[in-house]
T-cell receptor, first 115, second 113 residues
Framework: EAQVTQNPRYLITVTGKKLTVTCSQN?????MSWYRQDPGLGLRQIYY???????DKGDVPEGYKVSRKEKRNFPLILESPSPNQTSLYFC??????????????FGPGTRLTVL | DAKTTQPPSMDCAEGRAANLPCNHS???????VYWYRQIHSQGPQYIIH???NNETNEMASLIITEDRKSSTLILPHATLRDTAVYYC??????????????FGAGTRLFVKA
């Protein structure tokens, strides 16, 4: 089954304790992206990747790192989490169509709480 | 990418057509209009996209005005399961700086029995 998976789905952690949220897709998509969703602020893009070893900042990259060493995986790293990073996180991957259009497939989400 | 404006919420009776408007008055010539929806806190789901012409698929129809400054997503026979937040976004084609994505607040559609 074609899908985007995220792990963990739920995580409660403490300020300053490094964590990684994994994202994996089995559709051979070139493009992957991370979003966070907060009440009243909607979905905001954190980082995106256009291919292996190619990443760029979205609208809210501060406090996050990403890497894209293989096509299928795009982990989100919080080196020193803070309470303002408590949020619902979504990973997405995109299939590119002719003409450059694409549709994004989203993972189920990771609910992160930083105490 | 152009910003979009959508009404915060709408109601629709079950079985009737739901028409969700989106204003994108600053859209550029190469930007596509995409619609996604999010049911509760699940990951957003792609619905449809278009450039100039009206589009239809098994889920919905997309009507884009001739000047491309606004569009309407039509769910022809809304069901209770269509209750969700619907997002209209515009994006340039990939490879032309179009991978950055801006989601607005969306429209919360309530389908009532």
């Amino acid at each position: 089954e074609a899908q985007v998976t995220q792990n963990p789905r739920y995580l409660i952690t403490v300020t300053g304790k490094k964590l990684t949220v994994t994202c994996s897709q089995n559709m051979n998509h070139e493009y992957m992206s991370w979003y966070r969703q907060d009440p009243g602020l909607g979905l905001r893009q954190i980082y995106y990747s256009m291919n292996v070893e190619v990443t760029d900042k979205g609208d809210v990259p501060e406090g996050y790192k990403v890497s894209r060493k293989e096509k299928r995986n795009f982990p989100l790293i919080l080196e020193s989490p803070s309470p303002n990073q408590t949020s619902l996180y979504f990973c997405a991957s995109s299939l590119r169509f002719a003409g450059g259009t694409d549709t994004q497939y989203f993972g189920p989400g990771t609910r992160l709480t930083v105490l | 990418d152009a910003k979009t404006t959508q009404p915060p919420s709408m109601d629709c009776a079950e079985g009737r057509a739901a028409n969700l408007p989106c204003n994108h008055s600053t859209i550029s010539g190469n930007e596509y209009v995409y619609w996604y929806r999010q049911i509760h806190s699940q990951g957003p789901q792609y619905i449809i996209h278009g450039l100039k012409n009206n589009e239809t698929n098994e889920m919905a129809s997309l009507i884009i005005t001739e000047d491309r400054k606004s569009s309407t997503l039509i769910l022809p026979h809304a069901t209770l399961r269509d209750t969700a937040v619907y997002y209209c976004i515009v994006r340039a084609p990939l490879g032309t700086g179009g991978f950055k994505t801006i989601f607005g607040a969306g429209t919360r559609l309530f389908v009532k029995a």
